[in-house]
T-cell receptor, first 114, second 114 residues
Framework: AQSVTQLGSHVSVSEGALVLLRCNYS??????LFWYVQYPNQGLQLLLK??????LVKGINGFEAEFKKSETSFHLTKPSAHMRDAAEYFC????????????FGSGTQLTVLP | NAGVMQNPRHLVRRRGQEARLRCSPM?????VYWYRQLPEEGLKFMVY????????ESGMPKERFSAEFPKEGPSILRIQQVVRGDSAAYFC????????????FGSGTRLTVV
């Protein structure tokens, strides 16, 4: 069963426009949720994480995400895109009882147009 | 404070050879995780280790793959008799003993089997 789904494998926005990357999870128990960014030929960098504290989580580089239990979503947003935001973004979850195992979505490639 | 160090960054092996991938966790981190990223896919969990113990190997292929994290030295992911399907990026992450899920990823080893 798919635990985390990222809608849209490719998203393009203009520089200065709103960035919205979608992530939905499937779990009856709210999991721990993460967003990571991967630049070409590099490892993953943590943008932000939700661990059952505040539902609106602020991360690095101006990104934030809101945990919505009713919608089982954890969408990533940034008010104004920069060229340097072009990268691949992964949503990930740690499910209850999974012993710290991260389950990743398939990723969304963000392109920022000048 | 160096991050998670993986070496080599790139590894080319002929079919049937062995591949050894190394991961040195961040200082103070005693938990190591290995993930595999196939082309155009997200990361898939392979194994979770603590010093001298395998905690969760549910993502490891049943044959040819093994992992260790000895008392001294780096964690090693070993792939015997490699096949073309093993070509992928292999990422290591580490975390401290506390349960704040502060994973740090390395830059990965890109294995190419020819």
């Amino acid at each position: 069963a798919q635990s985390v789904t990222q809608l849209g494998s490719h998203v393009s926005v203009s520089e200065g426009a709103l960035v919205l990357l979608r992530c939905n999870y499937s779990s009856s128990v709210p999991p721990y949720l993460f967003w990571y960014v991967q630049y070409p030929n590099q490892g993953l960098q943590l943008l932000l994480k939700y661990t059952s504290a505040a539902t609106l989580v602020k991360g690095i580089n101006g990104f934030e995400a809101e945990f919505k239990k009713s919608e089982t979503s954890f969408h990533l947003t940034k008010p104004s895109a920069h060229m340097r935001d072009a990268a691949e973004y992964f949503c990930a979850v740690i499910l209850s009882g999974s012993a710290r195992q991260l389950t990743f979505g398939s990723g969304t490639q963000l392109t920022v147009l000048p | 404070n160096a991050g998670v160090m993986q070496n080599p960054r790139h590894l080319v092996r002929r079919r049937g050879q062995e591949a050894r991938l190394r991961c040195s966790p961040m200082k103070g981190h005693s938990h190591v995780y290995w993930y595999r990223q196939l082309p155009e896919e997200g990361l898939k969990f392979m194994v979770y280790l603590q010093k001298e113990n395998i905690i969760d190997e549910s993502g490891m292929p049943k044959e040819r793959f093994s992992a260790e994290f000895p008392k001294e030295g780096p964690s090693i992911l070993r792939i015997q008799q490699v096949v073309r399907g093993d070509s992928a990026a292999y990422f290591c992450a580490s975390s401290p003993p506390s349960s704040n899920y502060g994973y740090t990823f390395g830059s990965g080893t890109r294995l190419t089997v020819v």
